[in-house]
């Protein structure tokens, strides 16, 4: 029996999540919010607003924080505090909202909370058509973990091998029997799989209450949720503090004002941004004028008007501004550079006006080029009224105030940096220090601290009254210990706010009534994030790992320190050796090698004070307090790289398990045995994209694809690198790293006929690792080696299987010379051919998405990152030279309502019929022309507001048509090809068997590959692996559930687990099968089906909501219970 694409893999969405008309009308609009003017749609703006749009989104790309480190090497990010991955700095540029200059994924909280309140009220009844026969199938990879920064032994298992795990971005997790490397983990169903889980704790007067708090506010990999609790050691969640509702302002800092001339309008309070260069900007003491800049450049500036002379790039006369404040216009050169101009010229203070009109002021990135003068920037519409105001304009700066910043504040306690519970006499003080953020705008800047609850979270006071920052600021908490004798411990970051108040070490004595400063860290930059562990034996013994900041970043030097005390820090600790690394990273930081910010933990044998063991890039163990250390294991030959999270077997100290960027992994001697992995069925991988091989190639049975993760590699399936037997349809299996690091995006040949043919491409980042790999994963050829900072981080790459040519964004990251490089002959002879196509005319954002052309293959399609899906014929052949001067380049989308990233381009059944993807806030996101771009028509409909990674259109039934975003793959079943206008489109979460997870890539795979007839799509997730499922033409039957519907009775629906099934007649031979919320089957049974009542024991299932399906000869249908 048959069922349609979405509704077969689906159906269960439809049980579990169907929203009615007026629920979508009412609740799914994107929300905004009127004081930040949010652009909701652009389906309906003019073309003038496009435009307009498109300048302030094309703005916020080129003028950026983030935008200004993509030409920093691997080092380079390291030394400068930040993330490995430039993946999220990549995905925060691609999907920001281009009437806000960030992404606003505060809109997610929203969107779930809508799906979680349908899905319950569809639990009330409604079921419509038949699909629990076809979920989405997890694929794996069942052997390769991701991201683990938190782990529990189950305090409730008496045999102390239950482990409770969390991914980053995948949920959390368990597994009945660490000890064995054979024992399958399996998911915690009922906590949602999209939180970022960050740390569990255990309620120490009931061990079946866990608290699970989530965000990662160090790193900005996912946003957080608030802290989420179980009564029943995991059967049920119920979030009870943070997460929910957000909401956006405008935060200011006034640090600079004018007090002449005696224009009312002129003499006030500035807004302004901050540089991360030069002097703190404070008072000058006198009042100093202020002049505007005049450098003697000759012409104006082509975007904004103005006079090139006001730019400062160049030289200043000498002495122009001894003694006052130089006011200079933005553009043409850096910031700094602009600074030290007027710093050279005897400036005392700098003011740089924007000239971006309504964009504000913007902090302002350093370019290493020794500025010491204090530098503000101040609005285009401030400093066109002060150059208006030259005559006698005297002003002065003045100190941030305490608490005081410029830019978006996003409300909401989303970041949970460590829970500690406290029994004191029989009642759990909980404690959380919730942390603030940086993803475009400063999340829960103006309620981070530390919080107490008394009442099992059901009521919270603070924040506490830490100390706050020698600046006035607030006091960010960081981690948290409960030491023995009751004495709590909180240790601090820097916030991401005002990036102040880290390396601090307080203590409470009563219970959290008051906070004492026990320590201070020291040595280099000074203490940063702080680690803390408390002894679980001897009061006031405390080791300490504390990331230290850079004193100076152009010779950067150790950057952790270790540290322990005995006497609570009554007198100074005693300070660590520091474990030996083998890597020159180490030699020069230190053993987290310049990720302290990222990976560091440190813990202590629960019975002995004299053991201990630290991570950073690996791990080390020291029996004597820290005086001399050894490796327990080397990323290169064990456990993998990373280190994040620790836990000791109960009863048995000397064995433990440790989470890290590859998964959890255990070992039943510390002392001894180096650990081994445990991730069998631990799919909390993070990938970014997936390709599939075509089935029905000669010589090859089931499955072959490959997927791109980051920092666990090209996952290439099967795991054996057979090259004739993959891995079979539907099934979970291992896979194989063929190459290592960040996995960027893989490609499959789709029209080979013969395993000897057949190849497909993997990539590490840039353009660094391109290689042509035969099914076996060994290298048949390198396109690429060795070629940094070309691209974006993970670049966009295609392949033109009809003619054997790789195409990649092969963008020069320093120069911003856009470039899509063309790799071909690689399928013989010594060297393949490489040639960059360009067109600056039309060509000028990086390309973010390209395609061969359906039918005529030689003609390649590029979106990118500003708004374009241009279009180049030939591109087969043309020469870099024709490229340049423009032959073959058209734009085919003058005249749309693109307003964004593109992020994929797909074809319907012919080159004429496209699809187009943004993946960015705030707009209008799926569209459509029938007539290769002429008209282009939203076909967005009542999406939520949230990017849209990748869409695919069925090709056995043009009226369906899915996408992947940032909460799973979503349908529409009604779409018409032939339709000249914009298409409302009712579109539904496939919820059945995946969920919520973020999804990066879709990719068919046909069952010939010269002549299909029916096909898969597999599914890329960021935390869940990959995921597929069939395509059909037929629509969905409810004949079938009607007769489910008139012939049976099952009863009671809410039960026990004890039901009766009831029919009116025999239908014999029948099977029954119980599926969970998340499609997971969890019973199955056969039976004889007759006229007599036949009652079922469902068996020890977990209190939640199931679907009941019943099959026999030529029926099928569904029931829906709930298990008490």
Not at 50 to 67: Q, S
Not at 145 to 168: C, E, Q
Not at 193 to 206: G, M, R
Not at 261 to 283: C, D, M, Q, W
């Amino acid at each position: 029996m048959k069922r349609n694409l979405f509704s077969t893999i689906c159906a269960l969405l439809i049980f579990v999540t169907g929203f009615s008309q007026s629920k979508l009308e009412q609740n799914t609009k994107k929300p905004t919010n009127k004081k930040e003017n949010v652009v909701v749609s652009n389906g309906n703006l003019t073309k003038k607003q496009v435009k307009e749009l498109r300048k302030k989104h094309a703005y916020y790309l080129a003028n950026n924080k983030i935008n200004k480190t993509f030409a920093l090497s691997r080092s380079e990010r390291k030394a400068a505090g930040l993330p490995p991955n430039k993946y999220q700095e990549q995905e925060w540029l691609m999907t920001m909202n281009p009437a806000l200059g960030r992404p606003t994924p505060d809109n997610l909280g929203f969107i779930r909370a809508e799906l979680e309140k349908t899905r319950n009220e569809a639990l009330s009844g409604r079921i419509v058509g038949d699909g629990v026969d076809n979920l989405w199938q997890e694929r794996g990879p069942n052997n390769v973990g991701g991201r683990t920064k938190a782990m529990i032994f189950d305090p409730t298992d008496a045999t102390g091998n239950t482990v409770i795990a969390g991914g980053v971005s995948g949920g959390l997790w368990k597994n009945t029997n660490i000890t064995s490397a054979a024992t399958v983990w399996t998911r915690i169903a009922t906590l949602p799989e999209h939180l970022n889980v960050q740390n569990i704790t255990v309620d120490p007067n009931n061990s079946s209450t866990w608290y699970v708090g989530t965000g990662e506010s160090y790193t900005g990999d996912a946003n957080g949720n608030g802290i989420w609790k179980t009564t029943n050691a995991g059967t049920s969640w119920t979030r009870v503090f943070g997460g929910g509702t957000v909401s956006s302002t405008q935060s200011a800092s006034y640090n600079l004002n004018i007090f002449a001339p005696s224009n009312a309008g002129v003499i006030r309070g500035y807004i302004t941004a901050l540089a991360s260069f030069g002097a703190p900007v404070a008072s000058l003491g006198a009042n100093r004028q202020i002049v505007l800049v005049n450098d003697g450049t000759a012409g104006n500036n082509a975007t904004t008007g103005y006079p090139l002379s006001t730019e400062g790039c160049a030289a200043s006369a000498a002495g122009y501004f001894t003694g006052k404040i130089a006011l200079i216009r933005r553009g043409t050169c850096t910031f700094e550079a602009k600074a030290l101009e007027a710093e050279n010229a005897g400036a005392v203070g700098v003011i740089i006006m924007n000239n971006a009109p309504g964009a504000g002021a913007v902090g302002m990135a350093s370019s290493s080029l020794g500025a010491t003068v204090p530098t503000v920037m101040i609005s285009k519409e401030d400093g066109d009224l002060l150059v208006a105001n030259l005559t006698n304009l005297t002003g002065n700066f003045a100190a941030t105030a305490p608490g005081a910043f410029t830019g978006t504040a996003v409300s909401g306690i989303q970041y949970i940096n460590d829970i500690a519970i406290k029994n004191n006499g029989g009642v759990s003080e909980i404690y959380a220090a919730v942390g603030d953020s940086f993803n475009g705008g400063y999340i829960n800047s103006s309620n981070y601290g530390l919080f107490k609850s008394v009442d099992g979270g059901t009521n919270w006071t603070g924040p506490l009254s830490l100390p706050v920052t020698a600046s006035g600021n607030k006091t960010c908490p960081f981690d948290l210990e409960v030491a023995v004798g009751g004495t709590v411990w909180v240790s601090t970051t820097d916030s991401s706010t005002f990036g102040d108040g880290g390396g601090k070490i307080f203590s409470s004595t009563n219970n959290g009534a008051t906070w004492t400063l026990k320590h201070t860290i020291v040595g280099n930059g000074g203490g940063a994030r702080v680690e803390i562990e408390a002894s679980n034996t001897t009061a006031d013994v405390i080791y300490v790992c504390s990331q230290l900041n850079q004193a100076d970043t152009a010779a950067p030097t150790i950057e952790v320190q270790l540290l322990k005390t005995t006497n609570g820090f009554t007198t100074a600790p005693s300070v660590l050796s520091l474990p030996a690394g083998d890597e020159g990273r180490e030699t020069t930081y230190g053993f987290t090698g310049a990720q302290a910010f990222y990976d560091m933990m440190i813990e202590v044998d629960p019975t002995n004070d004299a053991i201990v063991y630290v991570g950073g890039i690996d791990l080390y163990r020291s029996a004597n307090s820290g005086a001399s250390w050894t490796g327990i294991s080397n990323w290169m030959a064990d456990v993998h790289s990373d280190q994040h999270a620790m836990a000791f077997k109960p009863g048995t100290p000397n064995a433990g398990i440790f989470g890290n960027d590859g998964g959890v992994y255990y070992t039943a001697s510390l002392s001894g045995t180096t650990a081994t992995s445990r991730n069998s069925g631990f799919n909390v991988t993070q990938f970014v994209g997936v390709a599939v091989s075509p089935t029905g190639v000669t010589g090859l049975t089931n499955d072959f694809f490959v997927a791109g993760a980051q920092d666990n590699g090209s996952n290439y399936f099967p795991s054996s690198l057979s090259t004739t037997t993959g891995v079979p349809t539907g099934t979970v299996s291992g896979s194989t790293e063929v190459q290592g690091g960040d996995g960027g995006i893989p490609l499959f040949k789709q029209n080979a006929t013969s395993s000897a043919t057949s190849y497909y491409v993997t990539n590490y980042v840039y353009n660094d690792q391109v290689i042509k790999r035969g099914l076996n994963g060994a290298t048949q050829k390198t396109l690429s080696s060795g070629v940094a900072n070309r691209g974006l981080f993970y670049p966009a790459m295609t392949l033109d299987s009809a003619n054997d040519i790789v195409y990649s964004d092969f963008t020069d990251g320093t120069n911003r010379v856009y470039t899509v490089r063309r790799y071909s002959a690689y399928t013989g002879g010594p060297a393949p051919l490489r040639v960059d196509l360009t067109y600056p005319t039309l060509f000028t954002a990086y390309p973010t998405a390209l395609r061969p052309g359906k039918a005529t293959a030689t003609t390649l399609y590029v979106g990118t990152s500003n708004s374009k899906l241009l279009k180049l014929t030939n591109a087969n052949t043309v020469t870099a030279a024709n490229s340049t001067a423009g032959t073959g380049w058209s734009d085919i989308s003058v005249g749309s309502g693109f307003v964004g990233t593109i992020s994929d381009i797909e074809f319907g059944a012919t080159d004429l019929q496209i699809f187009v993807t943004l993946k960015n806030y705030g707009t209008t996101n799926v569209w459509y022309t029938l007539n290769g771009g002429t008209n282009w028509y939203s076909i967005e409909g009542d999406l939520p507001d949230m990017p849209v990674h990748t869409i695919l259109q069925n090709p056995l039934n043009a009226n369906e048509v899915m996408i992947g975003t940032e909460l799973g793959v979503w349908y529409a079943n009604t779409f018409n090809p032939a339709t000249s206008a914009t298409q409302a489109l009712n579109w539904r979460q496939a919820y059945n068997g995946m969920s919520g997870v973020k999804v990066t890539d879709l990719d068919l795979q046909p069952n010939s590959p010269t002549a299909p007839t029916a096909y898969n799509v597999f599914a890329a997730t960021y935390g869940r692996g990959v995921f597929s499922g069939p395509l059909t033409a037929a629509p969905l039957s409810t004949k079938e559930n009607d007769i489910i519907s008139s012939t049976f009775n099952v009863y009671p629906t809410v039960s026990n687990g004890n039901i009766t099934i009831l029919s009116g007649k025999y239908f014999g031979q029948t099977k029954l099968n119980v599926f969970d919320i998340s499609g997971k089957n969890v019973f199955s049974n056969t039976i004889d089906l007759d006229s007599s009542e036949q009652k079922i024991n469902l068996g020890n299932l977990s209190s939640g909501n199931y679907i009941l399906k019943i099959s026999g000869e030529n029926f099928e249908g569904t029931k829906k219970l709930i298990i008490e």
